[in-house]
C-alpha cells in the first residue's frame, strides 16, 4: 500500500528530466578525468609511486626470505647466525614497507583531494559563464548534486583508486614471474582458475555501472525535491500540503535507499566470488603442491612460498575489482560533470570581442525576433529607440515582451534575428563584463545574500567605502530601517534575507544597484513590493539619480511610469503605440485603455 501510494504521489509531481545515460564504458573518458592530475606529475604524483615501487618490491622480496632462505637454508642447516641475519632483514623490510606505505597513503590523500578541488572548482567557473537558458531548463537541485556529490563520488578514485591499480598490476607481474621461476608446473596448475574469475569480472560489469548511473539519478532527483521544498516551504504550509510533499520525499527518498541498496548488493557479489576462486586456487596448490613435494619437485620452502604468493595474489585480484567498481562509479559520475562542463552558453564573446568603454546608454533594436523556443516566438520584428538619458518605460500585458526587451539589452540571451545595439555597437560583438559591468538590473523577486547589509549594498561594487554605501541607502530611502536594525548596516541578514520585509528587501536592491553606478539602469517590475508612500520616495529619489543615465522601466502599476519620456506598449511581441504619458492619452488607444482599467479598478477599491 506504501509503496503503491508513493508511486501515485511520484506521479503527480515527476519534474526531472534527466535520464540514465547509456554507454559503454569509455576510456577516453576515464583518460580525460586523469587529465587533472598533471599539474602534480612532477611532485606529488612521483613521489607516490616511488613509494608504491619501494613497498611492492619488499614485500615480493619477504616471501621468498621466509620459504627458501629461512626455511629451506637457515633452519634446514641449522644457521643460527643465517637465521639471526634473515630475521633481522625480515623486520627491517617490514619496516621500510610500513614507511613507504605511510607515506604513500599521505602523499595520495594530498593528491586526490587537490584533483577533487580542481575539479569542482572547473565545473563551478564553467557553470558561471553558462547562458540563462541552462538554468531555466535545469533545476538548482541537479545542478547541486553535480558540484557536489558526483564529484565527491570521485574522491575514493583518485586518493586510493589510480595509485592501487598501479600497485596491484606491478604486484600481479611480480607475483606472476617469481611463481613461474619457482615451479611453472604448480603456477599454471593454480593458474587454471583465472578464466573463472575473469568470466566474473566481465559478467558484473554492465550491471555495476548502470546501477551507480541509477544512483546518481536518484540523488539528482532527492536534491532537487530538497531544494524545492526548503525555498517553498511558505506555500507548502500555506496551502496545508505539508502530508504530500512528505509523501512525495518519502518516495524519492525510496528510490534513492533502493538504487543504492541495488547498487551495493552487486558491488558485493565480488569479493565473495574472489574468495572462492581464492578457496579454489588454495585447493589447487594444497592438492598439486604436496604431489609436487612427494616427489622431489619443490621444497617444503618453495611450497611455503606459494602460500604466502597465493595469499597476496588474490589480494590485488580482489582490490582490483574494487578498483574497477571505483572506475564505474567514476564514470557515471563523470558522464554528468562532462555533460556539465561541455555544455557551451548560448551567449558567448567572439574572440575579437571589443570593450565597451563608458557608455552614452542609447540603445536600438534593430527589426529584432526573439524566441525562447522555436514553439513560441516572443518579439515579432521588433524596432525601437531609447535615448541616453531618456526614461523609458514598457508597458503590456503579461507575456507581451518587456522582460525579454530588457533581457536581450543585458544580453543574457541572444536575438535570434535582428541586432541590439547600445551606442551604436552590435551586443555581439562587445566583451560581456564590459557591457554588464554599466548595467544594473532590479528585478521584483529580489535577492539578498547571507551576510551584512554593507555586503549586499556593495555587492555589484566591491571597492566602495562605507560612506557611499551609507548615501546610496540614504538615497533610495532605506536608512531609516537599516538604522533600526540590531547591529545597522553591520547586521548580519539570513539566507535571501529572511529577516527583512518584501519591500526592505526591494529597497536594499535599489541601493545596490544605484551604487554600481550604471550608464543603464533597468526596473523590472522594481516598484511592485513596495508601498505607495515608499515608492513615492523613491520616485522623488530617482528623479536625481537617474539623471545622465538611461532607465528603463517594466510595470504593471502605470502610476509608477507617468513621467516617463517614452513609453511603448507591446503585445505578444510587437508595439503597438509609443509617446509619452500625455501622447499616449490623447490617442485613446491601447495604453489609454489599461490607464482607465486601473483606475477604475482603484475606484472600486
Not at 335 to 345: G, N, Y
Not at 475 to 499: H, S
Not at 555 to 584: C, K, M, P, Y
Amino acid at each position: 500500500m506504501k509503496k503503491e501510494k508513493n508511486e501515485k504521489v511520484l506521479n503527480r509531481f515527476q519534474y526531472s528530466t534527466e535520464e540514465v545515460i547509456e554507454k559503454p564504458f569509455n576510456w577516453k573518458q576515464m583518460l580525460r578525468l586523469f587529465s587533472y592530475m598533471k599539474p602534480y606529475r612532477k611532485d606529488l604524483l612521483p613521489l607516490s609511486i616511488i613509494m608504491v615501487l619501494i613497498n611492492t618490491g619488499v614485500r615480493l622480496v619477504i616471501p621468498i626470505l621466509i620459504g627458501v632462505y629461512t626455511l629451506d637454508k637457515a633452519l634446514i642447516e641449522k644457521d643460527g647466525q643465517l637465521l639471526a641475519f634473515l630475521v633481522a632483514w625480515i623486520a627491517g623490510l617490514y619496516t621500510i614497507s610500513y614507511l613507504a606505505n605511510y607515506f604513500r597513503i599521505k602523499w595520495m590523500n594530498m593528491l586526490g583531494q587537490s584533483v577533487i578541488y580542481d575539479i569542482r572548482k572547473h565545473l563551478f567557473t564553467h557553470v558561471q559563464t553558462l547562458s540563462h537558458r541552462f538554468f531555466d531548463q535545469r533545476s538548482a537541485g541537479s545542478i547541486l548534486v553535480r558540484i557536489m556529490n558526483d564529484i565527491n563520488s570521485l574522491q575514493e578514485l583518485f586518493t586510493n583508486g589510480v595509485i592501487n591499480l598501479l600497485m596491484d598490476l606491478i604486484m600481479l607481474a611480480g607475483i606472476f614471474i617469481i611463481l613461474f621461476t619457482l615451479s611453472p608446473e604448480l603456477t599454471l596448475a593454480i593458474m587454471v582458475i583465472l578464466p573463472i574469475m575473469f568470466f566474473i569480472s566481465t559478467s558484473l560489469r554492465r550491471n555495476i555501472r548502470r546501477s551507480w548511473q541509477t544512483v546518481r539519478l536518484k540523488q539528482s532527483k532527492l536534491n532537487s525535491h530538497l531544494n524545492e521544498s526548503i525555498q517553498g516551504i511558505r506555500i507548502t504550509q500555506s496551502f496545508t500540503q505539508e502530508k504530500e510533499n512528505m509523501a512525495f520525499f518519502d518516495g524519492v527518498n525510496t528510490e534513492n535507499f533502493e538504487s543504492w541498496r541495488t547498487a551495493s548488493q552487486k558491488n558485493a557479489m565480488f569479493r565473495p566470488l574472489v574468495e572462492l576462486t581464492n578457496a579454489l586456487g588454495t585447493g589447487v596448490l594444497i592438492w598439486y603442491g604436496s604431489h609436487l613435494i612427494q616427489t622431489d619437485a619443490i621444497t617444503i620452502g618453495v611450497f611455503v612460498s606459494f602460500a604466502f604468493y597465493l595469499g597476496m595474489f588474490w589480494e590485488p585480484i580482489s582490490r582490483l575489482g574494487m578498483v574497477y567498481n571505483q572506475l564505474l562509479m567514476g564514470m557515471a559520475s563523470s558522464e554528468r560533470i562532462f555533460e556539465f562542463l561541455d555544455e557551451k552558453p548560448i551567449v558567448s564573446e567572439k574572440t575579437n570581442a571589443i570593450d565597451l568603454h563608458e557608455i552614452k546608454g542609447h540603445i536600438e533594436f534593430e527589426d529584432v525576433v526573439f524566441s525562447y523556443n522555436e514553439k513560441r516566438t516572443a518579439l515579432n520584428g521588433v524596432c525601437l529607440e531609447m535615448k541616453a538619458g531618456q526614461t523609458v518605460a514598457l508597458v503590456g500585458h503579461t507575456g507581451s515582451g518587456k522582460t525579454t526587451i530588457a533581457n536581450l539589452i543585458s544580453r543574457f540571451y541572444d536575438p535570434t534575428g535582428g541586432a541590439v545595439k547600445i551606442d551604436g555597437h552590435n551586443l555581439r560583438d562587445v566583451s560581456l563584463s564590459s557591457l554588464r559591468h554599466q548595467i544594473s538590473v532590479v528585478l521584483q523577486d529580489t535577492f539578498i545574500f547571507s551576510g551584512t547589509i554593507f555586503d549586499n549594498i556593495r555587492f555589484g561594487r566591491p571597492d566602495a567605502t562605507d560612506d557611499e554605501v551609507i548615501e546610496a541607502a540614504k538615497a533610495v530611502g532605506a536608512n531609516g530601517f537599516i538604522e533600526k536594525l540590531p547591529n545597522g548596516y553591520k547586521t548580519e541578514v539570513e539566507e535571501r534575507g529572511n529577516i527583512l520585509s518584501v519591500g526592505e528587501r526591494q529597497l536594499l536592491s535599489f541601493a545596490r544597484a544605484l551604487l554600481a553606478d550604471p550608464r543603464i539602469l533597468i526596473l523590472d517590475e522594481a516598484t511592485a513590493s513596495i508601498d505607495t508612500e515608499t515608492e513615492m520616495k523613491i520616485q522623488v529619489a530617482l528623479k536625481t539619480l537617474l539623471k545622465g543615465r538611461t532607465a528603463i522601466i517594466i510595470a504593471h502599476r502605470l502610476s509608477t511610469i507617468r513621467e516617463s519620456d517614452q513609453i511603448f506598449v507591446l503585445d505578444h511581441g510587437n508595439i503597438l503605440e509609443q509617446g509619452n504619458h500625455d501622447q499616449l492619452m490623447d490617442m485613446k488607444g491601447e495604453y489609454y485603455h489599461l490607464v482607465k482599467a486601473q483606475f477604475n479598478m482603484l475606484e472600486a477599491i
